[in-house]
């Protein structure tokens, strides 16, 4: 194996190409990246880089001396048009072709939008030139309104409210992050939203968006209130960047499809949010897109190309930080799962929680609470019978019996 090409230069191409370098594996290395700026990490894009907290230059994960210690061909802003598995070729948009013995995925996942919103004033949050763009936006004062309410749009959100905006957002579900935590703890994300002056429309589609001469004016939603808006945030979600394997022979489905050892086919692996894969230890198929996850994928998958042959089944860990309030959590969160607070309040703003499913305990939570859930995450890796998990104290109610006036059918709109 003389050559390995690396499609995807965030926090796991470049993870996978430090772990094979550091491996001893000195073959010819290829890290092929569609942005022309060196690796950089994703979190701070949401809030610190948004505020102004962070300067661009600090969310670079390496230097340029330590890319060079890598001794690899780096070909940056140079997107990856298709993928020949039989010839064992990578093609890039300049028309160049790069060989390889063996392969890794890590080409991440591409924001959604709604349609036709083609318009000024509107964003997505995807890449470092994303952020900055928002940022510069943002400092002009606007009216912001914030699709979508899962961990990018509440962070979105956190950010506009802390520079001081008036900021609405809105999200089809009854409360923020349905998906990930349910309604009890989504309910207390909509109370500390609401605490700190975001108004929320929950429970509520959007039809369209408004707008005047190419220039977003305001969002419409399903009950036909309009929104003013000056700017717009699109956070309703991502799609594995896999267009470019189209026709590749790859099986495609929410992702590249792996089997437990990252791997999609005969020397070619994914990492990171691309890669959709079976995990052992919770006995289902799952892709993250967490930055914790792509780095460990990546040394995984970087492992088992070498020949490592061990399944990658790890207990998810992730995090969202709003306000003065981090939210952490270990393990997965079905949406039928039952919910136990375990230590503390959450009227208090600070406990923890578990999550059963199945008679075993398969995730738990901290709400400003760090070093106790650090000690419960063996309740997930050990599948604790959740007839041991003893619930001491109330669980916080439905978001419906705290604004109502914000719930509306969905019955109209695009996103849904």
Not at 81 to 93: I, Q
Not at 200 to 228: A, F, H, I, N, Y
Request: hydrophobic share 40%; charged share 20%.
């Amino acid at each position: 194996m003389k050559r390995i090409a690396i499609v995807g230069a965030s926090a796991a191409g470049l993870t996978a190409a430090e772990t094979l370098r550091g491996r001893g594996w000195d073959g010819h290395l290829t890290l092929i990246g569609d942005e022309p700026r060196p690796p950089y990490d994703r979190p701070p894009l949401s809030k610190q880089i948004l505020t102004g907290d962070r300067p661009a230059e600090r969310v670079v994960l390496r230097s340029p001396h330590d890319l060079a210690r890598l001794e690899a061909d780096l070909r940056l802003g140079q997107p990856a048009t298709a993928l020949d598995v039989a010839h064992r070729r990578v093609h890039l948009g300049a028309g160049e072709t790069i060989r390889f013995d063996a392969l890794i995925i890590a080409t991440g996942v591409t924001p959604r939008r709604l349609p036709d919103s083609d318009l000024a004033g509107v964003h997505v949050l995807r890449t470092l030139d994303d952020a900055l763009a928002l940022r510069a936006a943002l400092l002009a004062g606007p009216r912001v309104v914030v699709v979508g309410a899962g961990f990018l749009g509440t962070e979105v959100a956190a950010a506009a409210r802390t520079m001081g905006l008036q900021v609405t957002l809105v999200e089809p579900e009854p409360v923020p992050v349905r998906h990930p935590f349910g309604d009890r703890i989504g309910a207390l994300v909509a109370d500390l939203h609401r605490v700190h002056g975001t108004r929320l429309r929950c429970g509520t589609p959007v039809r369209r968006l408004r707008s005047t001469g190419g220039q977003v004016t305001g969002v419409e939603l399903g009950d036909g209130t309009t929104l003013p808006a000056d700017v717009v945030v699109m956070a309703v979600g991502s799609a594995p960047a896999t267009g470019w394997l189209t026709g590749s022979g790859l099986s495609l489905a929410d992702g590249v499809v792996c089997d437990a050892w990252c791997r999609a086919a005969p020397g070619i692996y994914a990492a990171g949010d691309v890669a959709s894969w079976h995990n052992t230890h919770f006995a289902t198929r799952m892709r993250l897109e967490h930055r914790t996850n792509a780095a460990e994928q990546a040394v995984a998958a970087a492992g088992n190309l070498l020949g490592d042959a061990i399944p990658f089944a790890p207990v998810p860990y992730f995090w969202t930080d709003q306000y003065d309030t981090r939210i952490q959590a270990y393990g997965i969160f079905p949406p039928d799962a039952d919910l136990r607070v375990i230590s503390g309040d959450p009227s208090n703003g600070r406990f923890t929680a578990a999550y059963g499913h199945q008679g075993v305990v398969t995730g738990v939570l901290g709400w400003n609470a760090p070093r106790e859930l650090r000690t419960l995450r063996r309740l997930v890796v050990e599948r604790a019978l959740w007839t041991t998990v003893t619930d001491t104290g109330p669980c916080p109610p439905l978001a419906g019996d705290r604004c109502r006036e914000n719930i509306r059918p969905r019955t109209l709109g695009v996103y849904s």
